[in-house]
């Protein structure tokens, strides 16, 4: 389904993604896990085309991605849509016209600058927002929401966007434990009732673990792990966090939970 | 999770407010419109000739301008050395107009913003002071000098001196409402006195925007003081003024005029986003790897 070969980004000397190989042959719960500057966001950027590769190719069902260009290009960024760590809303406009900028791909320019969404498009868009609770936030401005409702509205926006693959950087790194769990249950549930891939980047391992059916970990730019949670070993983990024997699951944690147990 | 039974209720209430916004807008699209063509239609019956009727007319003395230089454009290298005196007369006028204007402007700007100003009490009459300085037009300024002190550049550079502190000194002062204060508190804690909390804590957060706003305004100051040499203020405008009557036969003088302003103001911008870009970014920018 998605085939990334040899995917490589360089800036200036500086490699953030080095060679990268990744199959995936079905829609999957992906997480990626690795330290800050592992070239997490990067690769996400890359696959979303926010970032354009230096060299190597991504497939998706046998269609080159990084070849596209102009049109081509923003249709399949419709059709793989992309939720950021600090949310990436309009804060001045309301929660539902940000669920409709979902839409954008498909309205024409003057259209949507006087906001001229069809009716069927509005409704469809409170759906999605009354599906992930958010209702009765619809008339609300984005920005006088909390983090983790502004993370369910942009959750919104990309489900407005219908898209194959749901691309996360971060999703939780801004928001308490209790907000993260919603936004994580959210994320595991799309991927269950619609067969969506998710491909999430992740920063604590026990969030991988949890809710991923697959793990992916990144060091310096390269892959240095694939594979089930059940395979990740915490030397596997030490290896990819690049961290001493003093290294404990707890200590990458968010999780209220994990607090009670025992350094694995 | 947690479904509402309202959400077609709250898309009712919702499409009913679209729907609301929507007449809004296409009734202030018709109400523009309609100004729009009202109000050309009354500055073109007002006008002597006609708009319409005027138009082709437009080009004639730019083309009379290019159509003389042109035949005499084997001259324009030696009119650009003639008159290089004169635009480095105006551009002096212009830069110490601008530092002037602008260091002014910086402690004008700071006592007039709302949470930095010392005096809270000073901050609306000094306001206003900036509004009046802002309000009479340069040229006004320059007149009643040049009848006072007699012509040359002095007169010309103190008019546009005031003037910038009025502008810089508004622009100056918006830019340090959107400045954050957390650091200024954080220099409070330390016992830092107003004027060290000022160039540490705001200075440093604003002086990209303060040196575009400058160095925007210096453009702005050339031209000015290429008017003022019309009014007896010396430097190049008052060779533009001498060469660009009809019938002297000139023009071509006056288009090596044209294009060494042209020239100056080329560099200026070229100049001045350097500054910016290395300002904004800092050094920290080049090894990055210019990315983030």
Known sequence: ?264 | MHQTTDAPQITADYLAHACQKRMMNMILLVVFVALLIGGFGTANARNAGGFLNGLPNVFDFPADVLGEAWERAHLLPGYFLKYLPSLIETVNIAGAATLIGALLAFFGALLATRGLAPAPRLVAPLRRVLDVLRAVPEIVIALVLIFLLGGGPVPAMIAIALHTVGALGKLFSEVNENASLKPVDGLESVGAGWLQRMVLGVVPQVAPNYLSYALLRFEINIRASAILGFVGAGGIGYDLRNTMSWGQGKFDEAAAIFLLIFGTIIIVDQVSSHFRNSLTHGRAYQDKGAIL
């Open chain 1, 1 to 264: 389904m998605l085939v990334i070969s040899e995917l490589t980004k360089t800036f200036g000397a500086n490699t953030a993604v080095a060679r990268a190989n990744l199959k995936v042959d079905r829609p999957q719960m992906i997480g990626i896990i690795g330290r800050s500057g592992a070239g997490k966001s990067t690769l996400l950027r890359m696959l979303n085309r926010l970032t354009d590769a230096s060299s190597g190719q991504i497939l998706f069902q046998g269609r080159d991605v990084t070849a596209l260009r102009g049109a081509a290009r923003r249709g399949w960024q419709a059709e793989c849509a992309m939720i950021f760590q600090q949310f990436n809303l309009v804060p001045r406009m309301d929660v539902v016209s940000n669920v409709l900028h979902g839409t954008l791909n498909r309205r024409s320019v003057l259209g949507s600058i006087f906001n001229l969404y069809p009716d069927a498009d509005i409704t469809r868009a409170i759906e999605i927002l009354d599906r992930l609770g958010m209702a009765r936030h619809a008339p609300k401005r984005a920005e006088a929401l909390s983090g983790g409702q502004q993370q369910r509205v942009a959750i919104a926006r990309a489900l407005m966007q219908d898209p194959r693959i749901i691309l996360a950087d971060e999703p939780i790194a801004s928001l308490d434990p209790m907000n993260a769990q919603v936004v994580m249950q959210t994320l595991r549930r799309i991927h269950e009732e619609d067969g969506r891939m998710v491909i999430a980047n992740l920063h604590t391992l026990d969030t991988a673990r949890r809710y991923c059916d697959r793990v992916v970990g990144m060091r310096d730019g390269q892959i240095v792990f694939d594979g089930t949670p059940e395979q990740l070993t915490t030397g596997m983990a030490r290896e990819i966090y690049g961290a001493s024997g003093s290294f404990s699951e707890a200590a990458t944690s968010t999780e209220i939970e994990t607090l009670d147990k025992v350094p694995a």
